[in-house]
Nanobody, 123 residues
Framework: QVQLVESGGGLAQPGGSLRLSCAASGFTFSNYGMSWARQAPGKGLEWVSG????????AYADSAKGRFTISRDNVKNTLYLQMNSLKPEDTALYYC????????????????WGQGTQVTVSA
């Protein structure tokens, strides 16, 4: 069955960096777009970034542009999110999600989600 397992979250100081990973299994990873989304305490789900199945196209929310980089390794079946210049407002539970096609898509086009990894940015 499809499994998405996030890791790499933790506590970081403002201005620091973290690298999230999402290990995928149970499907042909290289055929599908993938995305990262997050949910801060008391707030709704926010899309962060997405990447095409072959990695040729990426997209970012305004809040992530210039600070976060999404990438994927289609040999290791792993999605990444490099987060630099972290801010307290980046504190959230971060999820990876599989899109039902090779593109980036919208939330309603995501068919599987991981369990999330917590990122806390605090001094």
């Amino acid at each position: 069955q499809v499994q998405l397992v996030e890791s790499g979250g933790g506590l970081a100081q403002p201005g620091g960096s973290l690298r999230l990973s999402c290990a995928a299994s149970g499907f042909t990873f290289s055929n599908y777009g993938m995305s990262w989304a997050r949910q801060a305490p008391g707030k709704g789900l926010e899309w962060v970034s997405g990447i095409y199945s072959d990695g040729s196209v990426t997209a970012y929310a305004d809040s992530a542009k210039g600070r976060f980089t999404i990438s994927r390794d289609n040999v290791k079946n792993t999605l990444y999110l490099q987060m630099n210049s972290l801010k307290p407002e980046d504190t959230a539970l971060y999820y990876c999600a599989k899109v039902h096609g090779p593109f980036i898509g919208y939330f309603f086009e995501y068919d599987y989600w991981g369990q999330g990894t917590q990122v806390t940015v605090s001094a």
